[in-house]
């Protein structure tokens, strides 16, 4: 079932500009076709509770399905391990202030913010490092790594899978 519809607000949740207008019929020539050929109806749809992995997602389909059952929730990392001597140990000796940026890297997100304000917090003699952890598409990647050239203190992780990911930010 299409949750995202082909407004503007949603395109822009996948990276899509939303002022092109052939981006965006294309998009909505999708999503009709989804419909039509799954037998998406919304009445049906607003029948079955949903269960989302995060309450920005879960505000999003009752946007869009306002009759919906919906809530949320939120797995969390593995944490098993978390207290072994050894881990414990070595996250202490090799730890760095750090902010992490996690989540699709789209425009709205302001990943440029998050960029500018590590540079300001550095020039201010703080030694804090910058970690974006998230995929773009290839237009916004290139506007980024723009920003980021040169800058050994931001480091940006894409592609990973749950277990790097857990690595990563630990």
């Not at 909505?28 to 079955?48: A, D, H, P």
């Not at 009759?67 to 000796?93: H, P, R």
């Not at 970690?131 to 290839?138: H, M, P, W, Y």
């Not at 800058?151 to 894409?158: A, G, I, P, R, T």
């Amino acid at each position: 079932v299409p949750i995202f519809f082909h407004d503007a607000e949603s395109l822009s949740y996948l990276g899509e500009q939303a002022h092109k207008l052939s981006r965006r019929l294309a998009r909505m020539v999708y999503v009709q076709s989804c419909r039509l050929i799954s037998g998406w109806n919304r009445q049906q749809v607003e029948k079955i509770p949903a269960l989302a992995n995060s309450k920005w997602t879960m505000d999003q389909v009752k946007r869009h399905y306002p009759e919906i059952v919906a809530d949320y929730t939120y797995m969390g990392a593995k944490t098993e391990q978390c207290f072994a001597d050894d881990v414990l140990g070595n996250w202490w000796s090799e730890r760095c202030d750090t902010v992490v940026v996690l989540g699709r890297v789209v425009p709205g997100k302001r990943i440029e913010f998050a960029i500018e304000f590590v540079n300001k917090i550095r020039k201010l003699g703080i030694t804090v490092n910058l970690l974006i952890v998230g995929s773009a598409d290839a237009a916004y990647a290139a506007d980024i790594n723009k920003l980021i050239a040169g800058k050994s203190y931001v480091e940006w992780k894409q592609g990973l899978n749950r277990e790097q990911l857990e690595s990563v930010i630990s």
